[in-house]
């Protein structure tokens, strides 16, 4: 059992002045009834909190660090930006070279647009897919997570279409939903039967090519091509909410790794190599669409900011490396191969599913497919599970549903040491 005392004293004090005492809900770890972690300082693979305890991390501030913590270069990178001022409010030198790397890596983009964060790329890319096309109906899957705007707040239910659903929040007039569809991921069939009954009214469909917020589901054969196909016919726009996979699946995101150019990909997270950095990008002629050129309204004090900018600028770079995804991808596999492996063998009811450096260990069912399978996950295994894992210093994302993320920092020793402590765990509870 680690020391926490002054984690404990701290997170009392911040919750007295912030809302559960976080900035973001799932940092507060509430299902776990615990003092999360409150983090002093990090390096390469682990975090360190203000007890001095030491955590191999897993969660890599969600995905955003594929080299690890406080990486020397991107560092580096980033203050020499800073040094020569953090923010203009004007266009800078380092926007081109940051929209251009972009563009050479994933051909769907020949422009893009800068902004702060993953919600502000996919809120401002379903406003220009509505602008371009004249339309207002969205697409979008149950168990995706594209951000917190309004449009994107709509829970399905359970084992329906959930057209028009309700809301996941409250404060969002029905209005700021009653054009959001919510089909089942990896389901051709409804996605078919919606799109026939409704083609006129659809001006895009978003859709996390690789979903990463209901713990990893991958796409079925054929899925992510009926979205493109169908799109198409229609005259609507596909969009790739790439903020997990940009840059974490391969240079050329999940858009190259599947063979497919959707109308708008949006980035996020390994964009800003840890700073708030994200865009969005597609066909010239569409994001032509957006002011100052067209009338799409879409603005930001901090966008294209040069010490974010440069971060993931340099981040981008160090991924350019030779063989430098094949590695994340092989260590990523020895790691969650054996498991799987073990988990079959000995029949116990659970999986781990992954998809290049990005897993999930899910308790209580063998495969999930889409939402309606992690309905019946067993949680409190999920509970006991987080829990020895993080007393034995290993920290995964707190919630069942969530992705982990491999980063260049994570050594084969860590992976080993990673592998055995699960193994463990297995062993003890499902004797
Ligand atoms: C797929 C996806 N899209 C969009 C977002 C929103 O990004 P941000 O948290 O930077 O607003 C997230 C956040 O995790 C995400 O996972």
Redesign the pocket.
């Known amino acids: 059992m680690q020391n926490r005392k002054n984690s404990d004293a701290i997170y009392t004090r911040l919750s007295g002045v912030m809302p559960g005492g976080v900035s973001s809900p799932v940092r507060a770890c509430l299902e776990h009834q615990m003092t999360p972690l409150v983090v002093s300082r990090a390096e390469g693979a682990y975090l360190f909190d203000v007890d001095d305890n030491q955590y191999l991390d897993y969660c890599m501030s969600?995905g955003a660090l594929i080299h690890g913590h406080a990486h020397p270069v991107v560092i580096e990178a980033a203050l020499t930006r800073l040094r020569e001022g953090s923010s203009f409010g004007c266009t800078t030198p380092y926007e081109e070279a940051l929209a251009s790397k972009v563009i050479s890596h994933m051909p769907a983009c020949e422009k893009v647009r800068f902004v702060s964060?993953?919600?502000e790329a996919?809120m401002s890319a379903i406003r220009l897919a509505r602008g371009f096309t004249g339309r207002s109906g969205i697409i979008k899957f149950q168990g995706a997570?594209?951000?917190h705007a309004d449009a994107f707040l709509v829970q399905a239910g359970s084992g329906s279409l959930g057209l028009n659903g309700t809301s996941t929040s409250l404060g969002i007039p029905k209005e700021h939903i009653q054009w959001t569809a919510c089909l089942p991921y990896n389901d051709i069939q409804a996605f078919d039967q919606y799109v026939k009954q409704h083609a006129a009214s659809i001006a895009c469909v978003i859709v996390?090519p690789i979903a990463?917020?209901m713990g990893l589901v991958p796409p079925k054969e054929g899925f992510l091509h009926t979205l493109r196909q169908r799109t198409k016919e229609i005259g609507a726009l596909l969009i790739f909410?790439e903020?997990?996979t940009g840059f974490r699946v391969g240079l050329g995101g999940a858009a190259a790794y599947y063979g497919i150019t959707p109308d708008l990909i949006?980035l996020?997270?390994i964009i800003g190599g840890g700073m708030p950095c994200?865009c969005f990008g597609g066909r010239a002629e569409i994001m032509n669409a957006l002011a100052p050129l067209g009338e799409v309204y879409q603005a930001g004090t901090l966008s294209g900011n040069p010490v974010a900018v440069g971060a993931g600028f340099t981040a981008i770079s160090l991924a350019e490396r030779p063989h430098f995804y094949e590695e994340l991808e092989r260590k990523t596999a020895s790691l969650v191969m054996p498991i799987q492996e073990y988990l079959q063998k000995k029949s116990i009811p659970a999986c781990m599913q992954h998809r290049a450096s990005l897993c999930t260990l899910f308790f209580g069912k063998t495969h999930i497919c889409h939402a309606e399978d992690t309905m019946s996950l067993d949680r409190t295994m999920f509970k006991k599970f987080f829990r020895y894992m993080f007393e034995r210093g290993v920290y995964i994302p707190p919630g069942q549903q969530e992705v982990w993320a491999i980063s260049a920092a994570h050594t084969q020793e860590d992976i080993e040491r990673t592998r055995e402590v699960i193994l463990a765990f297995l062993q003890e509870v499902y004797l």
Do not use: P, R
């Open positions: 969600w964060s993953g919600t996919t997570y594209h951000g996390e990463t917020n909410d903020v997990v949006c996020g997270k994200a």
